[in-house]
């Protein structure tokens, strides 16, 4: 818009040295006429300069109009983008009000600009909240479990977001080319915020690679029977992941055992928050997979190259990805 006004301003003055230059040159040589016919000219160019000079001034109102008042493919586009913003907040703040208001987010730190979580990126510990009025907890869950710290955003190691991305990709592209009703379970990109406050929620530091694999996808949408899974298990999002370690904790404590440090990223499949293993807690104690990475790469692979996974293989019917027995 500054690049508008100064063109309107540039065209205003131009305008009005040539309406000047081109007056003088109209001027005659020869003697001034009588007192009376120099005040009517006179008064006649100041009426003629007075119209130039509205004129000018219309040119550049109509310049800054069209500068301000917004098209309608602007309007669209700032609807929109006030739509996404809407939906991607609704998730923050709806995990964030069955408890007291979280800590400001610390922003996503951007390349040259040193943000407090990339000098200090190890979060206050978190640490229980009394139940009261402002913070219940849902039914069946103890106040042991609704954890409320300090929420601030931790960096990503770009390594492993690209490695993470390069395999969504290959699962994306078999996805909408062999079964694009699955393809379009997909969750939408989660948000910084969110999953920094699921981390004070739980009192864990998600691993690197969930991190930005929840960056990419935030769990999946749609029916069940069409959502995408890891050899029929069910991916959760950020607050179905906050959810299930919270049941996880209910049981612990009832059981008086420690709060764990696993977190449900699936039907079964757990990530050890300390060592960043995938493991079935509920069937072995071994790991599956030796990071959340190593699962995706092994995703990608069974189905680009009809690899059993999990036991199962892929199999599409009807646009939708299934798993049958490998055998």
Request: with cysteine; net charge positive.
């Amino acid at each position: 818009m500054l690049k508008l006004v100064r063109l309107a301003l540039t065209a205003a003055i131009l305008t009005a040295i040539a309406v000047r230059l081109r007056r003088r040159a109209r001027i005659p040589g020869k003697p001034p006429a009588p007192p009376i016919s120099a005040g009517v000219s006179r008064a006649a160019g100041r009426t003629r300069m007075g119209l130039v000079w509205a004129a000018i001034a219309g040119v550049v109102v109509l310049t800054l109009a069209a500068a301000v008042i917004p098209t309608g493919p602007q309007v669209v586009s700032e609807a929109r983008a006030a739509v996404y913003q809407a939906q991607q907040s609704a998730m923050t703040v709806a995990m964030g009000a069955d408890g007291k208001s979280p800590v400001p987010v610390t922003p996503t730190p951007t390349p040259g600009a040193p943000t407090p979580a990339a000098t200090d990126p190890t979060p206050v510990a978190p640490t229980p909240t009394a139940a009261g009025p402002a913070s219940t907890p849902p039914p069946g869950i103890p106040a042991a479990c609704m954890l409320s710290g300090r929420t601030a955003v931790r960096p990503i190691s770009p390594r492993v977001r690209a490695a993470v991305d390069r395999q969504w990709r290959r699962i994306e592209r078999w996805l909408r080319e062999h079964a694009p009703r699955t393809y379009a379970s997909l969750g939408a990109p989660g948000r910084a915020g969110t999953i920094a406050l699921a981390e004070a929620q739980t009192g864990l530091e998600f691993p690197d690679d969930l991190r930005a694999s929840l960056l990419r996808h935030n769990g999946m949408s749609g029916p069940p029977a069409a959502r995408f899974g890891f050899g029929g298990e069910q991916v959760l999002g950020v607050r179905g992941i906050r959810d299930q370690w919270r049941e996880s904790c209910a049981a612990r404590v009832g059981r008086g055992d420690p709060i764990g440090r696993l977190i449900r990223v699936g039907t079964l499949i757990e990530v050890d928050a300390d060592t960043g293993h995938v493991v079935a807690s509920m069937v072995g104690p071994e790991p599956i997979w030796p990071s959340y990475h190593a699962m995706l790469r092994d995703m990608a692979d069974a189905l680009e190259k009809g690899r059993p996974v999990f036991g199962a293989r892929a199999t599409v019917k009807g646009g939708l990805l299934r798993w049958s027995d490998a055998q």
